[in-house]
């Protein structure tokens, strides 16, 4: 397995304290220059579809119920796992000092055609789209709202562009 990166949150103050350790599948599935993500309107920023393996669920079958899910992504095949990221953020339960998220990347082909997707209620109420955007948009998107420094700007949003330069950088063979 691969290290990406090693990041901790800008709003984070302290590393020491009590941890909430959590492990994610994410999927990167790319069309031409389009990538398929999520736009969630109460961050205003585009992040890959994906999200936190239950306890003794496997990765893989992770990753394909958070794309469905998510997206209606169905016939979810993983090429490859590309990697994954270690992240120290603030963590909103008081129980809890940070968060350590391990997020995994898999680069992945899906059927064609995407069904309806099953969001959360929270997902929702985010205002959570699954969206085929050309790649390059999404990340200058990204990094504007970063540069403005919006309030509504969410805690992942720095991993998330992150990897949308990564990819773009490695897959498209042209950085943005």
Request: hydrophobic fraction near 40%.
């Amino acid at each position: 397995m691969n290290l990406i990166s090693k990041m901790i949150h800008p709003d984070l103050t302290s590393t020491e304290g009590n941890v909430f350790k959590r492990q994610a599948a994410r999927g990167i599935v790319l069309r031409d220059e389009s990538i398929l993500l999520l736009f969630t309107e109460r961050y205003n920023d585009f992040s890959f579809p994906g999200g936190g393996v239950d306890p003794d669920e496997d990765i893989v079958a992770a990753l394909a119920r958070e794309l469905n899910e998510e997206t209606g992504a169905r016939d979810v095949r993983v090429k490859h796992h590309y990697g994954y990221i270690e992240e120290l953020r603030p963590y909103w339960k008081p129980e809890f000092d940070l968060m350590h998220m391990t997020s995994h990347f898999f680069v992945c082909d899906i059927a064609p055609e995407l069904e309806a997707a099953k969001m959360e209620h929270y997902e929702i109420d985010n205002g959570m789209k699954p969206v085929w955007v050309k790649l390059h948009d999404a990340l200058r998107h990204n990094r504007e709202v970063m540069k403005r420094q919006d309030k509504s700007m969410g805690q992942s949003i720095q991993r998330e562009t992150f990897m949308l330069d990564r990819v773009a950088t490695e897959f498209l063979a042209v950085g943005a």
